[in-house]
């Protein structure tokens, strides 16, 4: 059995949702979605709302996916990510040509092949490896948003 919507309790909301509607706020003014006299109104609404009725009344008309897409913060983690990610791209290759150079190593005093064989997958790492960091660089120094 459905409740009509008229009849059905108002959900209370706590602080959390309170200081999350107002961080909304903060980017719809950063963004230039809020003037600073409807910034202030609409935060004191916020922290005396008690339903979430009450909040969302507050932020029905800005563009939230926005506002939340052009986040800084966001943004900022976003290249953090990038950046590690290339860290451990380095990782990872110099762990491969310490492997490879270390079997090589070992082969050519045991069997005397001295060919230089580990050159190949080197020079295929590095070559990913500089792809990788060319692109993270690129797309973190212009600012734009990294391929997810």
Not at 39 to 54: C, G, K, S, V
């Amino acid at each position: 059995m459905t409740v009509p919507a008229a009849s059905q309790p108002a959900v209370r909301i706590g602080d959390r949702d309170r200081e999350r509607t107002a961080a909304l706020l903060g980017d719809g003014l950063a963004q230039g979605y809020l003037q600073l006299a409807d910034y202030e109104q609409r935060l004191q609404a916020a922290f005396a709302a008690e339903t979430a009725a009450d909040l969302r009344a507050v932020v029905a008309d800005l563009p939230i996916r926005a506002l939340r897409r052009n986040d800084p913060r966001r943004r900022a983690a976003r290249r953090a990510v990038a950046v590690r990610s290339v860290r451990a791209h380095l990782a990872g290759y110099f762990g491969m040509v310490a492997i490879v150079l270390s079997v090589w190593l070992a082969v050519a005093l045991s069997a005397g092949a001295w060919y230089f064989w580990p050159i190949w997958p080197i020079l295929g790492g590095g070559a990913c490896l500089i792809s990788h960091a060319a692109t993270v660089r690129g797309a973190v120094g212009a600012g734009r948003r990294y391929p997810a």
